[in-house]
Protein backbone atom coordinates (compact mmCIF):
# COMPACT_ATOMS: atom_id res chain seq x y z
CA UNK A 1 0.00 0.00 0.00
CA UNK A 2 1.26 3.66 -0.96
CA UNK A 3 -0.12 6.56 0.79
CA UNK A 4 0.00 10.05 -0.34
CA UNK A 5 -1.48 12.79 1.18
CA UNK A 6 -1.98 15.88 -0.84
CA UNK A 7 -3.07 18.81 1.53
CA UNK A 8 -5.92 16.76 3.33
CA UNK A 9 -6.83 14.91 0.44
CA UNK A 10 -5.72 11.07 0.96
CA UNK A 11 -4.76 8.71 -2.21
CA UNK A 12 -3.65 5.48 -1.94
CA UNK A 13 -2.38 2.73 -4.50
CA UNK A 14 -2.42 -1.01 -4.11
CA UNK A 15 0.57 -3.25 -3.67
CA UNK A 16 0.82 -6.42 -6.38
CA UNK A 17 -0.20 -8.54 -3.22
CA UNK A 18 -2.78 -6.33 -1.94
CA UNK A 19 -6.61 -7.01 -2.81
CA UNK A 20 -9.74 -5.16 -3.38
CA UNK A 21 -11.44 -7.08 -0.51
CA UNK A 22 -9.72 -7.23 2.87
CA UNK A 23 -10.84 -7.45 6.58
CA UNK A 24 -11.23 -5.29 9.24
CA UNK A 25 -9.61 -6.00 12.50
CA UNK A 26 -12.99 -7.80 13.03
CA UNK A 27 -12.22 -10.38 10.64
CA UNK A 28 -15.43 -8.55 8.72
CA UNK A 29 -14.87 -8.28 4.93
CA UNK A 30 -14.22 -5.09 3.09
CA UNK A 31 -14.01 -4.49 0.00
CA UNK A 32 -12.72 -1.53 -1.90
CA UNK A 33 -15.09 1.25 -3.93
CA UNK A 34 -12.54 3.77 -4.48
CA UNK A 35 -8.94 4.84 -3.75
CA UNK A 36 -9.29 8.75 -2.89
CA UNK A 37 -11.13 10.70 -0.18
CA UNK A 38 -10.55 13.91 1.82
CA UNK A 39 -10.72 15.33 5.30
CA UNK A 40 -12.35 18.57 5.58
CA UNK A 41 -11.96 21.16 8.47
CA UNK A 42 -8.35 19.76 9.87
CA UNK A 43 -5.06 22.12 9.54
CA UNK A 44 -2.27 21.71 6.67
CA UNK A 45 -0.06 20.21 9.04
CA UNK A 46 0.71 17.85 11.73
CA UNK A 47 3.43 15.41 13.08
CA UNK A 48 3.84 12.76 9.97
CA UNK A 49 2.58 9.96 12.71
CA UNK A 50 -0.55 11.56 12.80
CA UNK A 51 -1.39 11.60 9.03
CA UNK A 52 0.37 8.03 8.83
CA UNK A 53 -2.40 6.70 11.53
CA UNK A 54 -5.02 8.94 9.89
CA UNK A 55 -4.80 7.00 6.85
CA UNK A 56 -3.36 3.81 8.14
CA UNK A 57 -7.31 3.89 9.93
CA UNK A 58 -8.78 3.91 5.88
CA UNK A 59 -6.00 2.09 4.11
CA UNK A 60 -5.93 -0.74 6.98
CA UNK A 61 -8.22 -3.81 5.77
CA UNK A 62 -6.37 -3.43 2.38
CA UNK A 63 -2.96 -3.92 2.97
CA UNK A 64 -1.32 -7.47 3.09
CA UNK A 65 2.38 -6.84 3.74
CA UNK A 66 3.71 -3.09 3.83
CA UNK A 67 2.67 0.08 3.71
CA UNK A 68 4.92 3.40 2.84
CA UNK A 69 3.83 6.86 3.73
CA UNK A 70 4.84 9.74 1.59
CA UNK A 71 6.88 11.30 4.95
CA UNK A 72 8.87 9.87 7.17
CA UNK A 73 7.14 8.13 10.91
CA UNK A 74 8.82 7.27 14.18
CA UNK A 75 10.18 4.00 14.88
CA UNK A 76 7.98 3.98 17.40
CA UNK A 77 4.81 4.05 15.07
CA UNK A 78 6.73 1.80 12.46
CA UNK A 79 7.55 -0.84 15.37
CA UNK A 80 3.55 -0.73 16.38
CA UNK A 81 2.41 -1.46 12.89
CA UNK A 82 5.17 -4.28 12.78
CA UNK A 83 3.72 -6.00 15.87
CA UNK A 84 0.46 -5.38 15.61
CA UNK A 85 -0.21 -6.39 12.00
CA UNK A 86 3.53 -8.04 10.67
CA UNK A 87 3.54 -5.32 7.92
CA UNK A 88 6.41 -2.84 7.39
CA UNK A 89 6.32 0.45 7.24
CA UNK A 90 8.04 3.48 6.33
CA UNK A 91 9.84 5.19 5.48
CA UNK A 92 11.12 5.94 8.73
CA UNK A 93 13.23 9.00 10.21
CA UNK A 94 10.89 11.37 12.61
CA UNK A 95 11.06 11.74 16.32
CA UNK A 96 8.04 9.95 18.22
CA UNK A 97 4.94 12.48 18.93
CA UNK A 98 4.62 13.03 22.47
CA UNK A 99 1.32 13.44 23.80
CA UNK A 100 -0.39 16.52 24.22
CA UNK A 101 -2.34 17.27 27.64
CA UNK A 102 -6.18 17.36 26.40
CA UNK A 103 -8.86 15.15 25.79
CA UNK A 104 -10.94 15.34 22.88
CA UNK A 105 -14.28 13.28 22.62
CA UNK A 106 -15.15 11.93 19.13
CA UNK A 107 -18.77 12.88 19.27
CA UNK A 108 -21.31 11.93 16.92
CA UNK A 109 -24.62 12.60 19.31
CA UNK A 110 -25.77 9.61 19.71
CA UNK A 111 -26.69 8.55 23.61
CA UNK A 112 -22.94 7.28 24.17
CA UNK A 113 -20.83 10.09 23.19
CA UNK A 114 -23.55 12.29 24.87
CA UNK A 115 -22.46 10.16 28.43
CA UNK A 116 -18.65 10.61 27.67
CA UNK A 117 -19.29 14.48 26.84
CA UNK A 118 -21.68 14.38 30.50
CA UNK A 119 -18.18 12.65 31.90
CA UNK A 120 -15.56 14.98 30.52
CA UNK A 121 -17.60 18.70 30.97
CA UNK A 122 -14.80 20.43 29.69
CA UNK A 123 -13.67 18.37 26.67
CA UNK A 124 -13.86 20.10 22.91
CA UNK A 125 -15.75 18.18 20.77
CA UNK A 126 -14.65 16.72 17.07
CA UNK A 127 -17.43 15.55 15.27
CA UNK A 128 -17.23 13.05 12.00
CA UNK A 129 -19.55 14.53 9.37
CA UNK A 130 -19.93 12.30 6.21
CA UNK A 131 -20.01 13.96 2.85
CA UNK A 132 -21.05 12.97 -0.38
CA UNK A 133 -17.86 11.57 -2.50
CA UNK A 134 -17.18 13.25 -5.47
CA UNK A 135 -16.52 10.26 -7.57
CA UNK A 136 -18.94 7.87 -5.98
CA UNK A 137 -22.70 7.86 -6.72
CA UNK A 138 -24.39 8.32 -3.60
CA UNK A 139 -27.47 6.22 -2.93
CA UNK A 140 -27.80 6.85 0.72
CA UNK A 141 -29.02 10.52 0.76
CA UNK A 142 -31.53 9.62 3.91
CA UNK A 143 -28.50 9.39 5.98
CA UNK A 144 -28.45 13.12 7.52
CA UNK A 145 -25.27 13.82 8.17
CA UNK A 146 -26.51 17.58 8.09
CA UNK A 147 -28.70 17.06 11.11
CA UNK A 148 -26.59 15.34 13.64
CA UNK A 149 -23.71 18.45 12.86
CA UNK A 150 -26.23 20.64 13.60
CA UNK A 151 -26.94 19.65 16.53
CA UNK A 152 -23.51 18.92 17.59
CA UNK A 153 -23.26 22.99 17.12
CA UNK A 154 -26.31 24.01 19.28
CA UNK A 155 -24.28 21.77 22.42
CA UNK A 156 -22.59 24.97 22.66
CA UNK A 157 -18.96 23.24 23.51
CA UNK A 158 -15.84 23.93 22.40
CA UNK A 159 -16.25 21.94 18.87
CA UNK A 160 -14.55 21.13 15.81
CA UNK A 161 -16.47 19.76 12.62
CA UNK A 162 -14.91 17.29 9.95
CA UNK A 163 -16.26 16.95 6.92
CA UNK A 164 -15.26 13.60 5.10
CA UNK A 165 -16.05 11.49 2.62
CA UNK A 166 -13.90 8.48 3.40
CA UNK A 167 -16.49 6.11 4.01
CA UNK A 168 -16.69 5.88 0.49
CA UNK A 169 -14.18 3.98 -0.13
CA UNK A 170 -16.06 1.08 1.20
CA UNK A 171 -18.59 -0.48 -1.50
CA UNK A 172 -19.50 -3.25 0.60
CA UNK A 173 -20.96 -3.56 3.08
CA UNK A 174 -22.24 -0.27 2.50
CA UNK A 175 -19.80 2.96 3.04
CA UNK A 176 -18.84 3.25 6.03
CA UNK A 177 -15.59 3.44 8.45
CA UNK A 178 -12.93 0.94 6.96
CA UNK A 179 -11.84 0.49 10.38
CA UNK A 180 -14.22 1.59 13.14
CA UNK A 181 -11.13 3.74 14.16
CA UNK A 182 -11.45 5.73 10.75
CA UNK A 183 -14.41 8.14 12.86
CA UNK A 184 -10.95 9.73 14.38
CA UNK A 185 -9.20 10.39 11.20
CA UNK A 186 -10.07 14.42 11.68
CA UNK A 187 -9.44 14.11 15.63
CA UNK A 188 -5.97 12.79 14.98
CA UNK A 189 -5.42 15.46 11.79
CA UNK A 190 -6.33 18.31 14.43
CA UNK A 191 -4.48 16.80 17.68
CA UNK A 192 -1.19 19.22 17.24
CA UNK A 193 -3.62 21.88 16.98
CA UNK A 194 -5.62 20.60 19.62
CA UNK A 195 -3.17 19.56 22.27
CA UNK A 196 -4.50 16.08 22.47
CA UNK A 197 -3.24 13.60 24.47
CA UNK A 198 -6.16 11.20 24.09
CA UNK A 199 -9.46 10.82 21.93
CA UNK A 200 -12.47 9.49 23.80
CA UNK A 201 -14.78 7.49 22.00
CA UNK A 202 -18.34 6.34 23.34
CA UNK A 203 -17.65 2.61 22.67
CA UNK A 204 -19.75 0.93 25.88
CA UNK A 205 -19.26 -2.29 27.84
CA UNK A 206 -20.92 -4.71 24.90
CA UNK A 207 -18.30 -3.54 21.94
CA UNK A 208 -15.11 -3.12 24.29
CA UNK A 209 -16.05 -6.29 26.19
CA UNK A 210 -18.64 -8.22 25.14
CA UNK A 211 -17.30 -8.64 21.69
CA UNK A 212 -20.62 -7.12 20.49
CA UNK A 213 -21.23 -4.63 17.00
CA UNK A 214 -20.46 -7.64 14.33
CA UNK A 215 -17.02 -8.71 16.73
CA UNK A 216 -16.85 -12.11 18.20
CA UNK A 217 -20.14 -11.91 20.56
CA UNK A 218 -17.90 -13.49 23.96
CA UNK A 219 -16.10 -11.64 26.43
CA UNK A 220 -12.83 -10.23 25.03
CA UNK A 221 -10.45 -8.58 27.29
CA UNK A 222 -7.76 -8.54 24.40
CA UNK A 223 -10.15 -7.21 21.81
CA UNK A 224 -8.17 -5.85 18.58
CA UNK A 225 -9.95 -2.69 18.13
CA UNK A 226 -10.15 -1.18 21.72
CA UNK A 227 -7.74 -2.81 24.37
CA UNK A 228 -5.00 -0.61 25.22
CA UNK A 229 -3.05 -3.50 24.84
CA UNK A 230 -4.24 -4.20 21.61
CA UNK A 231 -3.25 -3.38 18.05
CA UNK A 232 -5.04 -0.16 17.63
CA UNK A 233 -4.67 0.99 21.50
CA UNK A 234 -0.83 0.43 21.18
CA UNK A 235 -1.01 2.39 17.45
CA UNK A 236 -2.44 5.14 18.87
CA UNK A 237 -0.42 5.50 22.01
CA UNK A 238 2.68 5.44 19.67
CA UNK A 239 1.10 8.38 18.04
CA UNK A 240 0.52 10.48 21.47
CA UNK A 241 -3.18 10.11 20.94
CA UNK A 242 -4.96 7.30 23.75
CA UNK A 243 -7.92 5.53 22.72
CA UNK A 244 -9.87 6.56 25.69
CA UNK A 245 -13.25 4.98 26.44
CA UNK A 246 -14.98 6.88 29.23
CA UNK A 247 -18.01 4.83 29.11
CA UNK A 248 -16.51 1.10 28.28
CA UNK A 249 -17.40 -0.24 31.50
CA UNK A 250 -21.10 0.29 31.37
CA UNK A 251 -23.93 -1.04 29.22
CA UNK A 252 -26.26 0.94 26.76
CA UNK A 253 -28.62 1.56 29.21
CA UNK A 254 -26.62 3.50 31.18
CA UNK A 255 -25.38 5.43 28.79
CA UNK A 256 -28.58 6.51 27.69
CA UNK A 257 -29.87 7.34 31.37
CA UNK A 258 -26.89 9.67 31.61
CA UNK A 259 -27.08 11.15 28.26
CA UNK A 260 -31.05 11.35 28.98
CA UNK A 261 -30.18 12.95 32.40
CA UNK A 262 -27.13 15.77 31.21
CA UNK A 263 -27.34 18.52 29.96
CA UNK A 264 -26.85 17.60 26.68
CA UNK A 265 -30.43 15.79 26.83
CA UNK A 266 -32.11 17.89 24.22
CA UNK A 267 -29.44 17.41 21.57
CA UNK A 268 -29.24 13.38 22.13
CA UNK A 269 -30.04 12.10 18.31
CA UNK A 270 -28.88 8.04 17.70
CA UNK A 271 -31.35 8.39 14.42
CA UNK A 272 -29.33 8.92 11.44
CA UNK A 273 -32.35 9.60 9.07
CA UNK A 274 -34.79 11.91 10.81
CA UNK A 275 -34.68 15.35 10.12
CA UNK A 276 -36.86 16.87 13.06
CA UNK A 277 -36.69 14.00 15.41
CA UNK A 278 -36.01 10.28 15.05
CA UNK A 279 -37.62 9.03 12.24
CA UNK A 280 -39.00 5.75 14.48
CA UNK A 281 -39.03 3.84 11.58
CA UNK A 282 -35.80 2.64 11.40
CA UNK A 283 -33.79 -0.60 13.46
CA UNK A 284 -31.85 1.57 15.35
CA UNK A 285 -34.50 3.68 16.48
CA UNK A 286 -36.41 0.50 17.21
CA UNK A 287 -33.40 -1.23 19.35
CA UNK A 288 -32.94 2.56 21.23
CA UNK A 289 -36.67 2.89 21.61
CA UNK A 290 -36.65 -0.68 23.33
CA UNK A 291 -33.57 0.38 26.15
CA UNK A 292 -35.35 4.19 26.44
CA UNK A 293 -39.23 2.40 27.64
CA UNK A 294 -36.74 -0.14 29.39
CA UNK A 295 -34.90 2.90 31.83
CA UNK A 296 -38.50 4.86 31.53
CA UNK A 297 -40.25 2.10 32.86
CA UNK A 298 -42.90 2.85 30.94
CA UNK A 299 -44.68 1.09 27.44
CA UNK A 300 -42.86 0.47 24.21
CA UNK A 301 -43.85 3.11 21.81
CA UNK A 302 -43.05 2.51 18.38
CA UNK A 303 -45.27 2.61 15.11
CA UNK A 304 -43.04 -0.82 13.59
CA UNK A 305 -44.41 -3.74 13.64
CA UNK A 306 -42.69 -7.46 13.28
CA UNK A 307 -43.03 -7.57 9.66
CA UNK A 308 -40.71 -3.86 9.13
CA UNK A 309 -37.49 -5.06 8.02
CA UNK A 310 -35.47 -3.02 10.10
CA UNK A 311 -37.29 -4.91 12.82
CA UNK A 312 -35.76 -8.26 12.19
CA UNK A 313 -32.37 -7.62 13.68
CA UNK A 314 -34.02 -7.67 17.12
CA UNK A 315 -36.41 -10.63 16.38
CA UNK A 316 -33.96 -13.03 15.58
CA UNK A 317 -32.50 -16.06 17.76
CA UNK A 318 -29.86 -15.15 19.64
CA UNK A 319 -26.32 -14.72 19.50
CA UNK A 320 -26.24 -11.30 18.09
CA UNK A 321 -24.34 -7.84 18.91
CA UNK A 322 -26.47 -5.92 21.22
CA UNK A 323 -28.49 -9.00 22.24
CA UNK A 324 -27.73 -8.28 26.37
CA UNK A 325 -29.67 -5.15 25.49
CA UNK A 326 -32.57 -6.48 24.32
CA UNK A 327 -32.77 -8.72 27.01
CA UNK A 328 -32.76 -6.16 29.33
CA UNK A 329 -35.45 -4.32 27.82
CA UNK A 330 -37.75 -7.46 27.44
CA UNK A 331 -37.40 -7.81 31.13
CA UNK A 332 -38.16 -4.07 32.09
CA UNK A 333 -40.79 -3.18 29.23
CA UNK A 334 -44.36 -3.30 30.54
CA UNK A 335 -46.81 -4.89 27.86
CA UNK A 336 -44.20 -6.20 26.32
CA UNK A 337 -45.97 -9.71 25.89
CA UNK A 338 -48.19 -7.21 23.83
CA UNK A 339 -45.66 -5.83 21.44
CA UNK A 340 -43.54 -7.02 18.11
CA UNK A 341 -40.67 -8.21 20.74
CA UNK A 342 -43.96 -11.02 21.65
CA UNK A 343 -42.08 -13.43 19.70
CA UNK A 344 -38.55 -13.20 21.02
CA UNK A 345 -39.59 -13.41 24.13
CA UNK A 346 -38.87 -17.15 24.47
CA UNK A 347 -35.32 -17.07 23.57
CA UNK A 348 -34.60 -15.33 26.53
CA UNK A 349 -35.12 -16.23 29.87
CA UNK A 350 -35.12 -12.40 30.95
CA UNK A 351 -35.36 -11.37 34.46
CA UNK A 352 -34.81 -7.83 36.22
CA UNK A 353 -32.45 -9.59 38.71
CA UNK A 354 -30.85 -11.53 35.43
CA UNK A 355 -29.73 -8.41 33.89
CA UNK A 356 -29.42 -5.94 36.79
CA UNK A 357 -25.53 -6.52 36.00
CA UNK A 358 -26.13 -3.97 33.18
CA UNK A 359 -26.91 -1.70 35.07
CA UNK A 360 -23.52 -1.18 36.57
CA UNK A 361 -19.91 -0.28 35.85
CA UNK A 362 -17.08 -2.96 34.95
CA UNK A 363 -14.45 -1.69 37.28
CA UNK A 364 -11.78 -2.99 34.76
CA UNK A 365 -12.97 -0.88 32.36
CA UNK A 366 -12.11 2.29 34.97
CA UNK A 367 -8.38 0.85 35.58
CA UNK A 368 -7.94 0.70 31.42
CA UNK A 369 -8.35 4.87 31.11
CA UNK A 370 -5.31 6.33 30.66
CA UNK A 371 -4.08 7.79 33.97
CA UNK A 372 -4.89 11.62 33.36
CA UNK A 373 -8.20 11.13 32.76
CA UNK A 374 -9.39 7.95 35.15
CA UNK A 375 -9.89 10.01 38.09
CA UNK A 376 -12.61 11.77 36.51
CA UNK A 377 -14.29 9.07 34.90
CA UNK A 378 -14.04 6.86 38.19
CA UNK A 379 -15.78 9.21 40.42
CA UNK A 380 -18.14 10.18 38.10
CA UNK A 381 -19.36 6.51 37.77
CA UNK A 382 -19.05 5.60 41.23
CA UNK A 383 -21.48 8.96 41.67
CA UNK A 384 -24.28 8.04 38.86
CA UNK A 385 -23.47 4.30 38.39
CA UNK A 386 -22.15 2.22 41.06
CA UNK A 387 -19.93 -0.29 40.51
CA UNK A 388 -20.80 -3.71 39.68
CA UNK A 389 -20.26 -6.61 42.60
CA UNK A 390 -18.31 -9.95 42.24
CA UNK A 391 -21.46 -11.97 40.57
CA UNK A 392 -21.66 -8.98 38.12
CA UNK A 393 -18.12 -8.74 36.75
CA UNK A 394 -18.73 -12.33 36.51
CA UNK A 395 -21.40 -12.20 34.33
CA UNK A 396 -19.40 -10.16 32.01
CA UNK A 397 -16.40 -12.29 31.99
CA UNK A 398 -18.02 -15.60 31.09
CA UNK A 399 -20.24 -13.57 28.45
CA UNK A 400 -20.98 -15.63 25.33
CA UNK A 401 -19.66 -18.93 26.79
CA UNK B 1 -83.56 -61.01 18.78
CA UNK B 2 -87.38 -61.61 18.00
CA UNK B 3 -88.92 -61.22 14.47
CA UNK B 4 -92.23 -59.74 14.46
CA UNK B 5 -94.58 -60.53 11.22
CA UNK B 6 -95.39 -56.68 9.76
CA UNK B 7 -98.48 -56.56 6.89
CA UNK B 8 -97.29 -56.00 3.74
CA UNK B 9 -99.05 -52.77 3.30
CA UNK B 10 -97.63 -51.36 6.80
CA UNK B 11 -93.92 -52.25 5.72
CA UNK B 12 -94.40 -50.32 2.78
CA UNK B 13 -96.38 -47.19 4.19
CA UNK B 14 -93.51 -47.01 6.85
CA UNK B 15 -91.08 -47.32 4.26
CA UNK B 16 -92.23 -45.08 2.10
CA UNK B 17 -92.54 -42.96 5.00
CA UNK B 18 -88.68 -42.94 5.48
CA UNK B 19 -87.39 -42.63 1.85
CA UNK B 20 -89.60 -39.23 1.95
CA UNK B 21 -87.10 -38.09 4.38
CA UNK B 22 -84.29 -38.57 1.99
CA UNK B 23 -83.06 -37.87 -1.41
CA UNK B 24 -82.94 -40.29 -3.93
CA UNK B 25 -80.11 -41.84 -5.34
CA UNK B 26 -80.75 -40.20 -8.76
CA UNK B 27 -81.46 -36.76 -6.94
CA UNK B 28 -77.89 -37.62 -5.37
CA UNK B 29 -76.23 -38.05 -8.74
CA UNK B 30 -77.45 -35.05 -9.99
CA UNK B 31 -76.66 -32.60 -6.69
CA UNK B 32 -73.22 -33.91 -7.46
CA UNK B 33 -73.20 -33.44 -10.98
CA UNK B 34 -74.25 -29.71 -10.11
CA UNK B 35 -71.10 -29.33 -7.47
CA UNK B 36 -68.89 -30.50 -10.38
CA UNK B 37 -70.28 -28.43 -12.83
CA UNK B 38 -70.04 -25.29 -10.42
CA UNK B 39 -66.42 -26.45 -9.56
CA UNK B 40 -65.15 -26.26 -12.93
CA UNK B 41 -67.50 -22.96 -13.61
CA UNK B 42 -65.16 -21.49 -10.40
CA UNK B 43 -62.20 -22.53 -12.10
CA UNK B 44 -62.52 -21.28 -15.24
CA UNK B 45 -63.45 -17.48 -13.46
CA UNK B 46 -60.62 -17.87 -11.31
CA UNK B 47 -58.30 -18.69 -14.41
CA UNK B 48 -59.70 -15.71 -16.09
CA UNK B 49 -59.37 -13.32 -13.36
CA UNK B 50 -55.67 -14.80 -12.92
CA UNK B 51 -55.00 -13.72 -16.26
CA UNK B 52 -56.97 -10.35 -15.79
CA UNK B 53 -54.15 -9.86 -12.56
CA UNK B 54 -51.28 -10.80 -14.19
CA UNK B 55 -52.16 -8.48 -17.63
CA UNK B 56 -53.07 -5.61 -14.98
CA UNK B 57 -49.49 -6.43 -13.55
CA UNK B 58 -47.76 -6.15 -17.25
CA UNK B 59 -49.29 -3.49 -17.84
CA UNK B 60 -47.29 -0.79 -16.86
CA UNK B 61 -43.63 -2.36 -18.11
CA UNK B 62 -44.67 -2.72 -21.48
CA UNK B 63 -45.63 0.97 -21.78
CA UNK B 64 -41.92 1.96 -20.38
CA UNK B 65 -40.82 -0.61 -23.23
CA UNK B 66 -42.27 0.76 -25.49
CA UNK B 67 -41.21 4.74 -24.48
CA UNK B 68 -37.72 3.96 -24.19
CA UNK B 69 -38.06 2.26 -27.75
CA UNK B 70 -35.62 4.38 -29.00
CA UNK B 71 -38.26 7.25 -29.13
CA UNK B 72 -41.16 5.53 -31.12
CA UNK B 73 -43.18 5.89 -28.23
CA UNK B 74 -42.85 9.85 -28.43
CA UNK B 75 -43.64 10.05 -32.05
CA UNK B 76 -46.71 7.72 -31.49
CA UNK B 77 -47.48 9.99 -29.01
CA UNK B 78 -47.12 13.29 -30.72
CA UNK B 79 -49.45 12.02 -33.87
CA UNK B 80 -52.28 11.77 -31.07
CA UNK B 81 -52.10 15.30 -29.91
CA UNK B 82 -52.68 16.32 -33.02
CA UNK B 83 -55.91 14.03 -33.64
CA UNK B 84 -58.66 16.52 -32.04
CA UNK B 85 -61.84 14.44 -31.43
CA UNK B 86 -62.59 14.16 -27.41
CA UNK B 87 -62.16 10.66 -27.02
CA UNK B 88 -58.61 10.26 -28.58
CA UNK B 89 -57.84 13.18 -26.38
CA UNK B 90 -58.43 10.97 -23.66
CA UNK B 91 -56.27 8.37 -24.57
CA UNK B 92 -53.97 10.69 -25.24
CA UNK B 93 -53.97 11.67 -21.72
CA UNK B 94 -53.71 8.29 -20.29
CA UNK B 95 -50.82 7.58 -22.82
CA UNK B 96 -49.21 10.62 -21.34
CA UNK B 97 -49.28 9.46 -18.05
CA UNK B 98 -48.01 6.34 -19.02
CA UNK B 99 -44.89 7.87 -20.79
CA UNK B 100 -44.38 9.61 -17.39
CA UNK B 101 -44.35 6.63 -15.51
CA UNK B 102 -42.46 4.87 -18.45
CA UNK B 103 -39.72 7.91 -18.24
CA UNK B 104 -39.80 7.93 -14.75
CA UNK B 105 -39.34 4.15 -14.48
CA UNK B 106 -36.16 4.58 -17.10
CA UNK B 107 -34.32 7.14 -15.54
CA UNK B 108 -34.30 4.95 -12.13
CA UNK B 109 -33.13 1.87 -13.98
CA UNK B 110 -30.50 3.75 -15.71
CA UNK B 111 -29.63 5.90 -12.50
CA UNK B 112 -29.11 2.28 -10.95
CA UNK B 113 -27.53 0.73 -13.75
CA UNK B 114 -24.83 3.69 -14.29
CA UNK B 115 -24.19 4.07 -10.01
CA UNK B 116 -23.51 0.04 -10.78
CA UNK B 117 -21.23 0.56 -14.15
CA UNK B 118 -19.51 3.78 -11.92
CA UNK B 119 -18.41 1.46 -9.35
CA UNK B 120 -17.15 -0.99 -11.78
CA UNK B 121 -15.39 1.53 -13.16
CA UNK B 122 -13.63 3.36 -10.00
CA UNK B 123 -13.00 -0.69 -9.28
CA UNK B 124 -10.54 -1.48 -12.15
CA UNK B 125 -8.93 2.26 -11.97
CA UNK B 126 -7.82 0.97 -8.72
CA UNK B 127 -6.58 -2.03 -9.91
CA UNK B 128 -5.44 -0.44 -12.82
CA UNK B 129 -3.19 1.50 -11.41
CA UNK B 130 -1.98 -1.09 -9.39
CA UNK B 131 -1.03 -2.82 -12.85
CA UNK B 132 1.18 0.04 -13.56
CA UNK B 133 3.47 0.32 -10.78
CA UNK B 134 4.01 -3.11 -10.56
CA UNK B 135 5.15 -2.36 -14.07
CA UNK B 136 6.44 0.34 -13.10
CA UNK B 137 8.43 -0.83 -10.26
CA UNK B 138 9.86 -4.20 -12.79
CA UNK B 139 10.64 -1.90 -15.47
CA UNK B 140 13.00 0.71 -13.59
CA UNK B 141 14.45 -2.72 -12.26
CA UNK B 142 13.42 -2.53 -8.93
CA UNK B 143 11.94 0.64 -6.81
CA UNK B 144 10.20 -1.17 -4.59
CA UNK B 145 7.43 0.81 -2.66
CA UNK B 146 8.84 1.75 0.23
CA UNK B 147 9.39 -1.30 2.81
CA UNK B 148 12.46 0.50 4.03
CA UNK B 149 13.02 0.89 7.70
CA UNK B 150 15.50 3.73 8.15
CA UNK B 151 16.35 6.73 7.28
CA UNK B 152 19.29 6.07 5.05
CA UNK B 153 17.19 3.33 3.12
CA UNK B 154 14.48 6.21 2.68
CA UNK B 155 16.93 8.27 0.82
CA UNK B 156 18.35 5.37 -0.74
CA UNK B 157 14.66 5.09 -2.28
CA UNK B 158 14.70 8.10 -3.67
CA UNK B 159 17.89 7.45 -5.49
CA UNK B 160 18.61 4.11 -6.85
CA UNK B 161 16.66 2.13 -5.39
CA UNK B 162 17.13 -2.14 -5.21
CA UNK B 163 16.00 -4.71 -7.14
CA UNK B 164 13.17 -6.51 -5.44
CA UNK B 165 13.33 -9.97 -4.77
CA UNK B 166 11.56 -12.30 -6.74
CA UNK B 167 8.71 -13.31 -3.98
CA UNK B 168 7.79 -9.57 -4.61
CA UNK B 169 7.78 -9.45 -7.67
CA UNK B 170 4.54 -12.31 -8.15
CA UNK B 171 4.59 -11.79 -11.82
CA UNK B 172 0.90 -11.98 -13.94
CA UNK B 173 -0.56 -10.66 -10.66
CA UNK B 174 -1.72 -7.62 -12.20
CA UNK B 175 -3.97 -9.47 -14.92
CA UNK B 176 -5.13 -12.04 -12.65
CA UNK B 177 -6.27 -9.07 -10.32
CA UNK B 178 -8.02 -7.33 -13.34
CA UNK B 179 -10.01 -10.24 -14.02
CA UNK B 180 -11.10 -10.49 -10.61
CA UNK B 181 -12.51 -7.51 -10.29
CA UNK B 182 -14.48 -7.75 -12.88
CA UNK B 183 -16.20 -10.92 -11.23
CA UNK B 184 -16.15 -9.38 -8.35
CA UNK B 185 -18.20 -6.61 -9.38
CA UNK B 186 -20.79 -9.19 -11.08
CA UNK B 187 -21.57 -10.02 -7.38
CA UNK B 188 -21.94 -6.70 -6.28
CA UNK B 189 -25.89 -6.92 -5.92
CA UNK B 190 -28.40 -6.56 -3.87
CA UNK B 191 -26.67 -4.37 -1.37
CA UNK B 192 -27.94 -3.50 1.50
CA UNK B 193 -28.59 -0.13 1.89
CA UNK B 194 -29.00 0.00 5.78
CA UNK B 195 -26.97 2.53 8.31
CA UNK B 196 -24.15 0.66 10.46
CA UNK B 197 -25.66 0.77 13.74
CA UNK B 198 -22.22 2.52 14.90
Redesign the interface.
Known amino acids: MRVTWTGADLTFRLDPDDEITGKASDEYPIKLATNSCSVGGVPGDAHPDLFALAAWTIVAPWTRRRVSFDRAISAELAEALHVGWGIDAGPVGAEQRGPGDRLAISYSGGADSVAAAAIYAEAPFVHFQRVPHRRVPNRWPHYRSDVLARLAERTGRELSVVTSDLEYTLAEPRPGYPEHHAVAAGALLLADQLDLGGVAFGYELGSRWLGGDRYVLRYTPDNPMWAPHGRWGRLFAAAGVHIVLPVGGVSEAVTMRLALNSDLRTYVRWCLRGTDGPCRACGKCLYKELIQAAIERRPLDTPMTARHRAAQSWLKKPPYGGQEMVEYGLARVPGIEHTLFAEVLDYFDATEESSAWLDHCYPKALDEIPAPWRAEAAAYMEAHVGLMTHDEVRRVETWGT | MMRVPVPVRLRKAVRTWFDSRYISIADHRQDIRDALWEVQTLRREMATLQGEVERLRNARPPAAATTHGAGAGDKAGSADSRVGSVGVKADSAYGKADRAYGKADDAHRL?QE??KA??GV??N???V??AI??LRTRLAGGEV???????A??VE?AGAGRVPPEA???PG??AD?LV??RS?DER?RG????????
Open positions: ATALDLQEVLWQDDPATSRTTEARERTRAEQGGVRSEEQPCA
